[in-house]
């Protein structure tokens, strides 16, 4: 009988990119889903409104090798007042529902995996962060806060329980699809001052990340979800236009960024702040790094483009 794992919310970006990766490793795929519930390509798709218990949804974590919590509203939005409640509400809500669920267990999940993020170490500047350093300030710091505290309230005894907290992930969709665009257009100059450093990961790496947490037993705690190489905004940039082929661009200056960002239906603070993450704790693990320098790392996502 195939091993089963759950993945909330696993129907974004990064859930896609892990299910099918969980699939050739021969897992049984199962993901939480607002849509209504569906098979598709071997997974199975159970739906879930991430507020409340649903015996639907509920009776397939029992038993279950590993649940995987990705759920959560994009950031990448208006934070506006109501945003700003939904992106905390749709974290926690699911942390506590899926605890809840997990206590009715007959048999509890061998390893609970929750995503969380590096902006919980604030607007960092070039201070290097591992996962011991002090949590930062502002809305997203918070929002990793508020998320991490549901996850340690979560009681699940004899399960591992880890925590990833994910940078920016690079792969040919994601944040990478609509810069990639706007780099293609000649605008891909460095934004602000460029200096806000940019602590990435990519897909690839991202996918072992998970797998190594799910099936390494010596594996528990924090970890930040980084390569480990960050560079600036300004080397970002550059390096993206070298994969794609474009000349130097003139900068975004922040007030532009701002303009821009209010246009574009996202918020200025995501490319004006940043965090130089270490991953010291995969590091430590013997984790082994397939891109660990981002200029291969976006030739190897463009190479077909």
Not at 202 to 209: G, N, S, T, V, Y
Request: with cysteine.
């Amino acid at each position: 009988m195939k091993s089963r794992i759950i993945l909330a919310g696993g129907s974004g970006f990064i859930g896609q990119s892990l299910s099918e990766l969980l699939l050739s490793k021969n897992y049984e795929v199962v993901v939480l889903t607002r849509a209504p519930s569906h098979q598709v390509g071997g997974i199975g798709h159970v739906h879930w409104d991430g507020r409340k218990i649903d015996n639907n949804w509920a009776e397939v974590l029992d038993g279950a090798k590993a649940i995987v919590n990705l759920t959560g509203k994009n950031v990448n939005s208006r934070h506006t007042p109501e945003n700003r409640r939904e992106i905390i509400d749709s974290r926690v809500n699911s942390v506590r529902v899926l605890g809840e669920a997990i206590g009715r267990c007959a048999q509890s999940p061998e390893v609970l995996v929750q995503a969380s993020g590096i902006a919980i170490y604030g607007d960092a500047g070039d201070r290097s962060c591992d996962e011991n350093s002090p949590h930062g300030d502002g809305f997203l710091a918070d929002v990793s806060r508020a998320w991490e505290k549901a996850f340690h309230d979560v009681r699940a005894p004899g399960a591992r329980k880890c925590l990833l907290r994910i940078g920016p992930v690079l792969g040919r969709n994601g944040l990478l699809k609509p810069l990639g665009q706007l780099t293609r257009w000649f605008l891909g100059g460095h934004v602000g001052k460029g200096r806000q450093f940019f602590s990435w990961i990519h897909i690839a790496d991202l996918e072992q990340m998970f797998l190594s947490v799910i099936e390494r037993d010596d594996i528990v705690g924090i970890f930040n979800a980084v390569a480990p190489n960050p560079v600036t905004n300004a080397e970002f940039m550059r390096e993206l236009r070298r994969a794609l082929h474009r000349p130097w661009s003139p900068p975004v200056p922040a007030f532009a960024a701002k303009m821009g960002a209010w246009i574009m239906g996202t918020d200025a603070t995501l490319a004006l702040t940043g965090q130089r993450c270490m991953p010291k704790h995969f590091l430590e693990s013997g984790f082994k790094f397939q891109f660990p320098e981002l200029g291969p790392a976006l030739a190897n996502i463009f190479s077909n483009h």
